[in-house]
Each structure stands twice: as structure tokens, then as C-alpha cells.
């Protein structure tokens, strides 16, 4: 049964973004807690049912009834009150659920252009529908899809051995030699060097979308560019983390403590205040979006 309170999710699951959400107003942050709400239980019908042909069948009525713009669901109910809200284009929500449905089946993503692609879809596009809930200018859109592709990337580079187990490969085939999850999974001595040169790769990547991301926070209220740039720096943090222990994958997850944390979102509020980041106006660099 879902919960009339979003942000109980927000807090069991969402710690970083949970963390952030202190930074805003109480009715922005709610609303964004709604948000999550919705992007968690999609992903949860994905991740959590023991039945992969059921886990299609629940998504995809998800996504025909927000096609229909219907409420025949609860958790859909909210999200296209929300989208009503906010403005929200209640096709980001099946862009989001078409995108889920991909780790259904094995993952073997053969290259970089599909790798973006998917996180488009996962959190790219979770950016798209944040951007009303935030105040953002139509112009700070498409800096919004790059902080949520850029957060996927770390996510994917912290999980590697966590998605393997589960039957899943997102890093590219052409930088691990089409390596299987299975030979992943057993983190053998061999592989190593390889997967590891391949995450760093991905965290290269992964900041090229953050760095167009926060300069994107221009376009928010101010306000509302702290919360935001807060939850990059925390976010950011744990491929740097990675790198820093040379992205040694097989030795369990990478998380960023509550002291580290606090310090992050000291300097992310003094490079607000000192216009080290978010200063003017920015023109988005479209090579970002290439493959989408």
C-alpha cells in the first residue's frame, strides 16, 4: 500500500536527495518528494519481483494509464496531479517506465551511445520533471538532463559488482571486450584491471554532465540552487571516493558519511555564494546530448 507521506521513501531510500530537500521550502520539497516517490516504486516493480513477466505486466499498466491520463492506479493518480501541478509533460513519466523496463531482461549494453541513452531514460529524464517542481527557466532544462545522467553514471560505476550479481552489465562492451555480468560477478583476478579502467572512464564521463549540470543551477530560483547543488557535490563525491581507492569495485559499495556529507554541502553553498559555480548564463553544449 503506497504511503500518504512521500517523504518516508525519500528517507529510507533517497538519504542524499533527502538530505538535499533541508535546503528547500517545505512545498517545493514535498512536491519533490512526490516525484521521487513515483521514480521509486517504478523502480522498485523492476528491481523487487521475483517474476520479471509480472514486473512487465504492472509497468506497463502503469504506462497505459498514465497514456489514458487515467487514475486507475494510486501511485499514477498522484503523479498526474502532480504533472497537472507543475506542468510536468506526463510523457516524461512513461519515457521513465519504458526505460526501468530495460533491466527486465539481461543488460548487456554494447556501447557509450546506448549507456546515455538509458540514463536518459532512468534519471535524465527525472531532471525533465524536476525542472518545474523547481522553478526552473525553460533554458535550464537541458542542464537538468545532464545532472541526471551524470548522477547515473556514478551510480552505475559504484554498483558494478551489485548489477552484476543481479544479471546486469551497463558498463559498455566496447571497454570491458563484451565481458558477461557472470565474469564480473566473480571479480576475478583477470577482469580486474579492465572493469576498473572502465569505471573510471564512466566517472570521467559521468563529470562532464555534472560540470554542465551545476552550471545549469542559474536558472533556478536561488533557493532552490543550493538544495540542488548540494545533492551533486554529495553525488559527485562517491565517484571521486572511487577513484581516489582506484575503482577497486570488488571490495563492496562506496558510500559518502553524514560528517562528509555536511562538509560537501558547506562548500557547495560557499561556491554558490562566491560564484564559482551557477554565475551566469550558459549555453548548453550540445555534444552533451548527441546520442539522445
Keep these: 500500500m503506497m504511503s500518504d507521506d512521500p517523504t518516508e521513501l525519500l528517507k529510507k531510500h533517497g538519504k542524499t536527495f533527502n538530505f538535499a530537500r533541508l535546503f528547500l521550502g517545505s512545498e517545493t520539497g514535498f512536491a519533490a518528494a512526490r516525484l521521487y516517490r513515483f521514480c521509486r516504486i517504478v523502480d522498485d516493480i523492476a528491481d523487487e519481483s521475483p517474476d520479471s513477466k509480472v514486473a512487465k505486466i504492472n509497468l506497463d499498466e502503469l504506462k497505459n494509464s498514465i497514456t489514458q491520463n487515467t487514475a486507475s492506479h494510486l501511485v499514477v493518480k498522484d503523479f498526474l496531479k ?11 513519466g512513461i519515457t521513465l517506465i519504458d526505460g526501468v523496463s530495460q533491466d527486465l531482461n539481461p543488460v548487456v549494453l554494447p556501447s557509450t551511445e546506448t549507456l546515455i541513452q538509458y540514463a536518459f531514460k532512468v534519471a535524465g529524464v527525472v531532471g525533465l520533471m524536476m525542472a518545474p517542481i523547481l522553478g526552473a527557466k525553460k533554458e535550464g532544462h537541458a542542464f537538468a538532463v545532464d545532472l541526471g545522467i551524470g548522477m547515473q553514471l556514478t551510480n552505475i560505476a559504484r554498483d558494478v559488482l551489485e548489477d552484476a550479481k543481479m544479471g546486469r552489465r551497463y558498463l ?21 584491471q579492465q572493469i576498473q579502467d572502465a569505471i ?18 542559474y536558472y533556478l530560483p536561488p533557493r532552490n540552487r543550493q ?7 554529495v553525488y559527485r563525491d562517491i565517484g571521486r571516493k572511487l577513484l581516489k581507492n582506484d575503482c577497486r569495485y570488488w571490495e563492496g559499495r562506496i558510500f559518502v558519511s553524514k560528517l562528509r ?18 554565475s551566469h548564463e550558459t549555453e548548453h553544449q550540445n555534444k552533451l546530448h548527441r546520442y539522445l
Aim: proline share 1%; glycine share 4%.
Design 82 to 92: 502532480l504533472c497537472e501541478e507543475y506542468d510536468i509533460d506526463r510523457n516524461h
Design 172 to 192: 559498455p562492451g566496447e571497454l570491458v571486450n563484451t565481458l558477461l555480468a557472470s565474469q564480473i560477478q566473480l571479480a576475478n583476478f583477470e577482469h580486474r
Design 200 to 217: 573510471k572512464v564512466l566517472i570521467n564521463l559521468a563529470e562532464e554532465y555534472y560540470q554542465s549540470g551545476l552550471a545549469g543551477l
Design 227 to 233: 538544495a540542488i547543488a548540494v545533492a551533486a557535490y
Design 261 to 278: 556529507k555536511i562538509s560537501l554541502a558547506s562548500q557547495a553553498l560557499w561556491h554558490l555564494k562566491t560564484s564559482a559555480i551557477a
